[in-house]
């Protein structure tokens, strides 16, 4: 079953490795279906270690290593906003910034991460997320950014939000033909994974289970919303 309705998509993620993650499956999967999609990586990354490194040297690293796993994926394009790692607020600013990049490309659909998942979560994944779904509707409305409409960057609706790593699916995509092209995307973040053996054994584990809901050998899962124009 090819998935017609995402075709051009946008990826907004807090940190290098989350894209890959959370959907590295679904989008090697999307992008070998003709899709378009391009990742927005919001933040350098630079607290992501417990070595001894400098937080400089880290993003550097970090930059590169996304950029050869959003090749491996296919991703047409990588987009670096180089928030500091840690420290995004869900500001009338930083919404503003992304429904600019809504605008822009024009994308069918958005993967961004849960901002209500319960108990636990990043606090930058938390930020993004609520900043995301609060800049689609800015991005819809053209009065809410009247110089983006009349320098001609006008109001685009979004029909699909897709949530990531959230604890109460209702959508799943069967990344049985590309789970190998995940790990191997995943695995291309070498300062975070340290045994891509371990990572992939882990990781095959969870992906059957979250299958085993759906029907499919091997899934990632997502929360989906549909929106209706007007
Ligand atoms: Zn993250």
């Known amino acids: ?28 999967r999307w992008t070998r279906e003709g899709a378009t999609v391009r990742t927005v990586v919001c933040t350098n990354g630079d607290k992501g270690t417990k070595e001894d490194i400098s937080p400089f040297d880290l993003a550097r690293i970090r930059e590169a290593e996304q950029l050869e796993a959003s090749r491996i994926l296919g991703v047409k394009e990588t987009i670096f906003l180089r928030h ?10 930083f919404r503003n910034q992304i429904a ?3 605008r822009h490309f024009r994308p069918d659909t958005i993967l961004t991460h849960d901002p209500w998942r ?3 979560q990043h606090p930058d994944h938390q930020a993004i997320g609520h900043a995301t779904f609060k800049a689609v509707v800015y991005a819809r409305d053209h009065h809410f950014l009247p110089e983006l409409t009349y320098a ?35 695995c291309a973040h070498k300062c975070q994974i340290k045994n891509p053996e371990a990572f992939e054994k882990r990781t095959r584990q969870r992906l059957e289970d979250a299958g085993r809901a759906a029907g499919f050998p091997v899934a990632e899962s997502f929360v989906i919303t549909r929106m209706r124009e007007g």
């Open 118 to 120: 319960t108990y636990y």
């Open 152 to 186: 001609g960057i006008g109001a685009h609706h979004t029909k699909n939000l897709l949530y990531l790593n959230t604890r109460e699916p209702n959508f799943f995509v069967d990344i049985t033909e590309t789970f190998d092209v995940k790990v191997r995307a995943v």
């Open 84 to 93: 500091r790692d840690g420290e995004l607020e869900d500001t009338r600013a």
């Open 100 to 102: 600019f990049l809504i």
């Open 1 to 28: 079953m090819s998935q017609e309705e995402f075709r051009n998509i946008l990826v907004v993620v807090a940190h290098p490795d989350d894209a890959e993650l959370s959907a590295g499956g679904s989008i090697a």
